[in-house]
């Protein structure tokens, strides 16, 4: 069958991935830096003389392959890594340093040129694949399990460390294209830099031919929207111990709402009066009951924090969630202003369902996992903040770069800029009624036992 992409995404299967591993000893937790080991093709080698990290850096920038280099969890690794490419960047060994973040703190891809403009990658394959290595092993190459010395007193001269150190990098040797292969084999794509992404990308080569669209335009709509996007349903409403208490578990639940509810479609337009019959957000004065144990309405603060009010206050919800709220108790006092869309769209139908499918057919093997790890990281990439975090060394920035920017770490040599990306893909709406549905999925069970209001 013919599929569409979204937003003319590049999503084919693509050549495989060449993985290198790379890894680190280090005198404790934090501590001084012992070895580097790094692998390809099956071999590894390990190196604990001096300067470490140059020789590692150096090795891996001269190999001829399109290589990317995995470490996992690359955030604690790479914290040895950073002088010294700040260092080979003012020396004009490298060039284009990147450091690739998904949040303030947390970076998922280094990215540089050698002297021969040759890009080089590193990526942290924890970023894709949140587990420890003794997982990663046990999952897709039992054959080869991580080993165990008493790491905190490693000895880069004792053999059995040595060994112990090399199988680490063995294991991303084998497990990773094992796991990239089954993401190809299932979902007919090769991974990204991260689980969110890798999952949108399944989604997108997948995407039913009648749900093209282009994503949104920022606008002051937008931000309108992403007013009513909230997290989940986490407050603690008793600190009292309590006895014979029966536990609700939904299997997948914003998958599940994804299906069942679907997303809103089509033409956006501004309304005034309550509409049922649409997806719709509105902005509202309402109040809670007096009685009130666990509080149906999120809103936000004067600082923009989601907060929980009792009394009468003013939001900006889904129209789903309001008449949840009025027919438990919540009077919607004022209207203010509002939105709709003219349809509902299910876009996710057919990538969740292949995923249960999955899961159902893999039951407690690696597909299980890679199945639940697509179908739980989709929606949220579509809530995405527009700012993208870019991190440079002050050796490589120019006027512009650091126009806008801010220290970052304390050595006084790395900066941060926050980039306000207008062009990224993003549907916010889709963020909002996919949680919100899974709130009120959570709230209906929990008001059906009848002990939400005292």
Not at 62 to 91: C, N
Not at 244 to 273: I, L
Request: hydrophobic share 40%; aromatic share 12%.
């Amino acid at each position: 069958m013919k599929r569409k992409t979204y937003c003319a995404a590049n999503v084919r299967g693509g050549d495989e991935i060449i993985v290198g591993g790379i890894d680190v000893e280090t005198d404790g937790l934090g501590g001084k830096l012992l070895m580097v080991q790094w692998g390809l093709f099956g071999k590894v080698q390990t190196y604990s003389g001096p300067d470490m990290v140059g020789v590692l850096l150096d090795a891996i920038s001269k190999y001829p392959s399109p290589v990317i280099w995995y470490t996992h969890f690359g955030q604690y690794d790479w914290r040895y890594f950073m002088g010294e490419l700040a260092r080979m960047e003012k020396d004009g060994q490298i060039r284009d340093l990147k450091i690739h973040m998904r949040s303030d703190v947390a970076a998922y891809q280094i990215t540089f040129k050698n002297a021969k403009k040759k890009k080089i990658i590193l990526r942290d394959s924890w970023a894709l694949w949140p587990g420890d290595l003794a997982s990663l092993a046990k999952s897709f190459c039992p054959e080869l399990p991580k080993l165990e010395i008493d790491v905190a007193n490693f000895d880069p001269q004792n053999p059995e460390h040595v060994e112990y150190a090399k199988r680490d990098v063995e294991i991303l040797l084998v497990a990773l294209p094992r796991l990239f292969s089954l993401l190809h084999k299932h979902f007919g794509v090769q991974p990204n830099g991260t689980t969110a992404s890798t999952a949108l990308k399944a989604w997108q080569y997948r995407i039913p031919e009648k749900t093209y669209h282009s994503g949104s335009v920022f606008n002051a709509r937008e931000l309108y929207i992403r007013s009513a996007y909230y997290g989940g349903l986490v407050f603690l409403t008793d600190t009292n111990p309590v006895k014979d208490c029966v536990t609700f578990d939904r299997n997948s639940s914003y998958p599940a709402v994804m299906c069942d509810f679907g997303v809103p479609s089509g033409t956006c337009y501004r309304v005034k009066e309550f509409q049922n019959d649409k997806m719709a957000i509105y902005t509202v004065r309402v109040r809670a009951p007096d009685n009130l144990i666990i509080p149906i309405l999120p809103a936000r603060n004067a600082k923009g924090a989601m907060r929980w009010f009792r009394g009468e206050f003013v939001t900006t919800c889904t129209n789903r969630e309001l008449v949840f709220a009025a027919n438990n108790g919540y009077e919607i006092l004022e209207i203010i202003e509002g939105i709709a869309w003219e349809d509902v769209a299910f876009p996710f139908n057919e990538v969740i369902e292949l995923c249960k499918t999955i899961r159902k057919q893999f039951k407690d093997l690696p597909e299980e996992t890679l199945a639940k790890l697509i179908q739980n990281a989709l929606y949220g990439k579509f809530g995405s903040r527009r700012e993208r975090l870019r991190v440079f060394s002050e050796y490589s920035a120019t006027d512009e770069d650091f126009d806008g920017a801010e220290p970052y770490g304390d050595d006084g040599i790395w900066y941060v800029k926050r980039e306000f990306d207008a062009e990224m893909l993003c549907k916010p709406e889709w963020a909002v009624f996919i949680t919100a549905h899974a709130r009120l999925e959570l709230l209906r069970t929990a008001y059906s036992c009848q002990i939400c209001i005292s």
